[in-house]
């Protein structure tokens, strides 16, 4: 992944290579600025010599030296004209440069002008060293204003950066405080009419919208609580003082246990939903400790109508006695998806649930799963093959939510002694 860096620090990067990038920019476009203009002038300047030296030898023919060979003995500050070695003689009217050795014996840079007209060639002799010399110093001078100006960006966008996100670090630590107190208070009355303040504005709005969301879940956890426990509890009512009519058939005894554990289970699901909402939103209840062993053994006897006229036995092995801190409707929600999804898939052999070494597992002799669908099978809406219809997907994303609040792990995996899948729940 690549790293992330703070806003912060992004903007003072930017501002102290735009500020350095700028200087270098400009310190470039005027040191070549002004070697063209110097080049210009000082070609100018020593071409208007030359041709002045030839127009002079032109009009004073019987000045030292035939009129036919170079001017000599006339010298202008640094420029001078002299007679030429044989190898300027070949060079055309204009401006070259020419670099030679100097009476102090040292290499030198030379700018020569050459002007011929009418057989007379003249030269002036210009020595730039010098001034190549005073470019270097200039060329430093530069460079060392570049990395100062560079540095005072740099400074500048330090102060900047603070001044600029000192509103945002401000709205955070207000976001904080809100957390920490549970409850949110308007944040726009604190900032100005700018983008923070924007941002402030939509963040209220946002919270509003959430505490909204927030009251109708809370209203409809209530509702779901009163309105449905209500005909749960006289179906479980009614089922109890039918149980004890003395002319009821063995066939109608059966059926109305039947009914029996399918009101507590739903008053089971029921509970642990509401449990989950209100858990998520504040943490798990606690407190309540819930034998693993019993529960188990509920849940397996309420799962038996399942098996139908299925070949199949279900065993239940105690090697430890294993105890939760949890509601007892937590754990049969979770137990009952585990083990009747197990006995739902095996159409023969064997649904073995072992508890002990503070965990338990249902081990199957059904079909079994694929390694690389045994977390997929969590996801909700996800269902294991030969489902059929029946099913949403729904019951191992609630055992999995249910396992994420109390800090559980439940986990499906392929046997490796004989076909079948083993679901395991560590506590």
């Not at 102090?104 to 001034?131: C, M, P, W």
């Not at 509890?233 to 002319?247: F, M, N, Y």
């Not at 002799?365 to 997929?376: F, L, N, Q, V, Y």
Request: with cysteine.
């Amino acid at each position: 992944m690549l790293s992330r860096r703070k806003l912060r620090f992004r903007l003072i990067v930017s501002f102290a290579l735009f500020g350095f990038g700028l200087s270098a920019l400009f310190a470039f476009a005027a040191l070549n600025i002004r070697t063209r203009v110097e080049d210009q002038l000082v070609n100018a300047s020593l071409l208007d010599d030359a041709r002045y030296a030839n127009h002079y030898a032109q009009e004073h023919p019987n000045a030292p030296g035939p009129g036919s060979q170079l001017i000599t003995g006339m010298t202008k500050s640094d420029r001078t004209l002299y007679k030429a070695p044989l190898a300027w003689q070949g060079l055309d009217t204009g401006v070259h440069d020419i670099f030679e050795q100097g009476e102090d014996g040292k290499q030198h840079h030379y700018k020569l002008a050459v002007y011929r007209e009418n057989h007379i060639i003249s030269f002036v002799r210009y020595d730039v060293t010098r001034e190549e010399l005073g470019k270097q110093q200039l060329l430093i001078s530069v460079i060392a204003a570049v990395f100062l100006f560079g540095l005072l960006s740099l400074a500048i966008g330090l102060w900047l950066s603070r001044k600029v996100l000192k509103p945002v670090s401000e709205l955070a630590t207000r976001l904080r405080d809100f957390r920490k107190a549970g409850k949110a208070e308007p944040l726009a009355s604190h900032f100005a009419n700018d983008e923070v303040g924007e941002l402030a504005l939509a963040l209220d709005e946002y919270a509003a919208r959430l505490t909204a969301m927030v009251e109708r879940d809370r209203e409809f956890n209530s509702d779901v609580s009163h309105e449905l426990r209500t005909p749960l509890a006289v179906i479980a009512s009614t089922t109890e003082l039918l149980q004890g009519s003395p002319d009821l058939t063995d066939k109608l005894r059966e059926r109305l246990k039947r009914i029996e554990r399918a009101s507590r289970q739903a008053t089971e699901l029921i509970e642990a939903l509401l449990l989950l909402s209100r858990a998520e939103r504040r943490g798990p209840t606690r407190g309540e400790t819930t034998e693993v062993a019993k529960v188990a053994a509920d849940v397996i006897e309420s799962q038996r109508p399942q098996m139908r006229d299925k070949p199949l036995d279900i065993e239940l092995t105690i090697r430890d006695a294993v105890s939760v801190n949890a509601p007892a409707s937590v754990l049969s929600v979770a137990l009952t998806n585990l083990i009747g999804n197990a006995i739902k898939y095996t159409l023969e052999g064997q649904v073995k649930v072992e508890v002990g070494s503070g965990r338990i597992e249902v081990i199957d002799t059904g079909p079994g799963i694929k390694p690389e669908d045994a977390e997929r099978l969590f996801q909700r809406g996800v269902r294991g093959e030969g489902a059929g219809g029946s099913g949403a997907g729904l019951g191992l994303a609630i055992v999995r939510r249910l396992c994420d609040l109390y800090g559980w792990q439940v986990s499906m995996r392929p046997r490796n002694d004989a076909n079948g899948a083993i679901a395991s729940l560590v506590f």
